[in-house]
């Protein structure tokens, strides 16, 4: 509250004085009346002073100070507490302190009940809190609150025992330092593209790949209804599946038990019906067989009935997973075997839905197989899709298993966690598996499994690049001889894309993230990346945030290209660089390697050239048309790690269908995209 005018009082003193000299004036003027009247020549002025003083005086202390000191008590009650302020009494102005006594009253009124409501919303919140808390600490599941960012807000210590590393669990600090990262983006994703979806449960490696968690995510929303974090619910996969393994048992062996009750029922029942004449004693033990035998499973089903119930039913848990956690885990198991078996994790990753458990349990058992009884060190893990399944095929150098050999390991024993018998798994997904010849003095075994589709982005405004053309991307001065006459497939190639603030490179757009994956051997291998945001010291337009989804938030902290572009050339290293429209993307990192003192001068294939040679005919050479005719599924559209495994699955596509059409080499191919880069601009320059 303002104060009053600091001179409003002094100004109201100064007018009493006016106004009692003006009453002086008036009685000088009357001294002559007086004076004339007889009286003494000094009582006239006397009077008058006398007159103007009392005025003053009365003024001062009826009306000035008292309104002095109720400015003051306003103030007071204004700024401190209302209810303890002595107002002065107004003998001159009664219905101003009447006034100010009633809004003494309403402040204190409002004061205290402000208080009483404070005390009682603090009091709630604090019994809430405690309720929370004893909620928290008794549940048997693990729970983590994490904001938009991904940063725990809140987590239980059921959390904590569930994680590889509980001291990484804290407020403030990613959620990914302790899960995985991928399948959380995943749901989020979904569950916010699907609005009102009932949370699913799925698996979630812990990020150190130590052990496997079943989670289910649920959205919290702000006041407007939007986003703003997520709750985790956690429980460790090895009790459920421990539990679907006792049930799995249980059942397998009453059933072999009344196999052999049955068997007895059945010849006693027989021997009755078809030997008539037996005798007495005969027949009597026969029917005593029947009646034991009878009772034992009588006994038997009530004993599985009872299990049943206790077990809560056969059900087996299954949950979508990531293959590339699928296969993480797999490799830690397999490098733990004797002899150990290396996994090398190939192709575009996928999500499939399954018992990840028995899964994993049967894939570590074919991997010791191979090594056992083959001889294999070293397989490959790759994903196919076929008929709406994913397959998971292990890969390696040498002859498929025979059929025969191949039965026998679905056989037991089995040392899986999960079930008896390898094909107990198989039979659990509703699937088989085969090994057949893979090309190249290779052969796999395939496993097709149920898909668990990933959420496709949300729908943004469109906006294409450019087409470039730099004719010498594919003869730069480190294609030398000995490259050119190299096989494709025996080459590193490192497909790569960036996103920029704009399409206008000569205008100064700047790079805003680079993503990249290396392929080996004509393989992706998802595992081998590089990404990274970059702040490109300029604002981001609104324009290409529809297309990328960088906000300048989210580059704010990042380093800038020259500390970026170093790193990607080391990722580089040796390496041919294939990008999509590639003489955008050599030209936007172009730009800054200078700076850097860097030099790119390896050698560069573009996927849209190479299509547009293998399909001449066809109008749509974009990332998005080509994986449609290649099926290649598209994720992450417009992310630069995104686009490059999407290249890069195209990439290895185009090398098959090259091969067939005898393009072996990288010099041929170099002078086919070369003559394809020209026909293609002479057409669009008609």
């Known amino acids: 509250m303002r104060p009053p005018p600091p001179g409003a009082v002094a100004r109201l003193r100064r007018l009493f004085l006016v106004l009692g000299l003006a009453v002086a004036l008036v009685a000088h003027v009357a001294t002559g009346a007086v004076a004339n009247w007889g009286a003494p020549p000094w009582a006239g002025p006397a009077a008058v002073a006398t007159l103007v003083l009392l005025a003053w005086l009365l003024a001062e202390y009826r009306l000035a100070r008292p309104l002095d000191r109720l400015s003051r008590d306003l103030l007071v009650a204004a700024r401190d507490d209302p209810r303890h302020v002595p107002w002065p009494r107004l003998a001159w102005a009664a219905r101003l302190g009447e006034a100010a006594t009633a809004l003494q009253s309403r402040l204190a009124a409002a004061e205290a009940e402000r208080v009483s409501a404070l005390a009682a919303a603090t009091a709630r919140t604090e019994e809430q809190k405690r309720r929370l808390e004893a909620i928290l600490l008794d549940l048997s599941h693990g729970v983590i609150v994490c904001g938009r960012d991904h940063h725990v807000l809140l987590f239980n210590q059921a959390a904590a025992d569930q994680v590889d590393a509980p001291h990484a669990l804290g407020l403030g600090r990613p959620v990914a330092e302790v899960l995985s990262r991928a399948p959380l983006e995943h749901q989020l994703e979904r569950l916010e593209r699907q609005a009102g979806a009932r949370p699913e449960r799925f698996v979630c490696a812990t990020a150190g790949g130590e052990r496997l968690l079943y989670a289910r995510m649920a959205l919290l929303t702000d006041a407007a209804g939007f986003p703003s974090g997520y709750v985790l619910t956690l429980v460790d996969a090895g009790r459920e599946v421990d539990r679907a393994g006792r049930l799995d048992r249980l059942l397998r062996t009453a059933i072999e038990r009344q196999r052999g009750l049955l068997a007895s029922l059945r010849a006693a029942a027989e021997t009755l019906a078809d030997v008539p004449d037996l005798s007495a004693e005969e027949q009597h033990a026969f029917e005593r067989v029947l009646l034991e035998e009878t009772i034992q499973l009588s006994e038997q089903n009530a004993c599985l009935a009872t299990a049943l119930d206790e077990l809560g039913g056969r059900s087996w848990p299954m949950a979508e997973i990531g293959t590339a956690d699928l296969f993480a885990l797999l490799a830690r198991r397999t490098a733990a075997q004797d002899p150990p078996v290396w996994i090398v994790p190939t192709g575009v990753p996928d999500w499939v ?22 001889g294999v060190p070293l397989l490959g893990a790759a994903v196919a899709r076929e008929h709406g399944r994913v397959c998971i095929d292990l890969v390696w150098q040498g002859d498929p298993v025979p059929e025969s050999t191949l039965d026998g ?57 450019p087409e470039f053309y730099d004719f010498d991307l594919a003869n730069r001065p480190a294609v030398t001889d000995a490259l050119r006459d190299r096989r494709l497939r025996e080459l590193t190639f490192v497909v790569f894309d960036v996103e920029t603030t704009g399409l206008a490179l000569s205008k100064g757009d700047e790079v805003v993230s680079i993503g990249a994956v290396r392929v080996v051997n004509g393989r992706v291998l998802p595992m081998e990346t590089f990404e990274r945001l970059v702040n490109p010291g300029r604002p981001i337009p609104a324009e290409s945030v529809c297309f990328h989804g960088l906000t300048d938030a989210a580059v704010r902290d990042k380093p800038p290209l020259a500390i970026v572009l170093p790193q990607f050339h080391r990722f580089a290293t040796d390496a041919v660089l294939v990008a999509h429209n590639a003489a955008f993307d050599m030209t936007a990192i172009g730009r800054g390697a200078a700076a850097c003192d860097l030099a790119f001068d390896h050698p560069v294939l573009d996927t849209l050239l190479i299509s547009a040679w293998l399909d001449p005919e066809e109008a749509d050479h974009s990332l998005d048309g080509i994986a449609a005719r290649m099926g290649v599924e598209v994720t992450a559209r417009h992310n630069a790690l995104g686009d490059a495994l999407t290249a890069a699955a195209i ?27 020209r026909l293609r601009q002479n057409r669009m320059a008609f």
């Open 353 to 374: 839905y399954v018992d990840s458990l028995s899964l994993l349990d049967l894939l570590e058992h074919f991997c010791g197989r191979l090594s056992r009884d083959c």
């Open 409 to 465: 390991w679905l056989k037991p024993p089995f040392e899986g966690t999960s079930a008896v018998d390898a094909r107990a798994v198989l039979e659990r997904h509703g699937t088989d598996c085969w090994s057949q010849p893979a090309g190249h003095g290779e052969a796999l075994i395939r496993i097709p499994l149920p898909s668990a589709e990933a959420p496709a982005p949300p729908p943004r405004p469109r906006q294409m690049r």
């Open 651 to 677: 990439l290895v596509r185009q090398f098959e269908r090259l091969e067939a059409r005898g393009i072996e080499r990288f010099g041929q191919l170099a002078v086919a995209i070369d003559l394809s880069a």
